[in-house]
């Protein structure tokens, strides 16, 4: 009887013994599918970062375009503005000689009547 208890004891440590090893393989598996889900992960956040640099570079690259065509516009503008003043100057010179002209026809004409 003694040797069936002494076996069955020894049946079960080696049961509890198989047991705990079993788990600590289960647990460093599941260790180890963490640690490839990470690196997977790990790459797809370094091909997003990449992308989302090279993103940004082009991003940086159509601002720097964007703002020398707009200074190109901006001088431009300034030119015809610069321009439009002096032709208005000129018309508004234009059409105080004409008034003045016409001041004279008037006067002109006035004059010839009298003597008509």
């Known amino acids: 009887m003694f040797e069936l208890l002494l076996y069955m004891v020894l049946c079960l440590y080696i049961y509890i013994y198989i047991y705990i090893i079993v788990s600590r ?9 963490y640690i490839i889900m990470y690196q ?27 703002l020398k065509e707009k200074e190109e516009v901006m001088s431009i503008n ?3 503005m ?6 208005c100057e000129k ?3 234009s ?6 002209l ?3 026809i008037d006067a002109l004409v006035s004059f010839f009547r009298k003597f008509s």
């Open 102 to 104: 016409k001041e004279e």
């Open 91 to 93: 018309l508004n010179t």
């Open 82 to 87: 610069v321009e439009l003043e002096g032709l």
């Open 95 to 100: 059409t105080t000689e004409l008034n003045h």
């Open 78 to 80: 300034e030119g015809l």
């Open 25 to 33: 393989i289960i647990d460093y598996y599941h260790v180890y599918v």
């Open 40 to 66: 997977e992960e790990h790459k797809k956040l370094e091909v997003l970062a990449f992308e989302s640099e090279t993103r940004i570079a082009s991003l940086e690259e159509e601002i720097t375009a964007t």
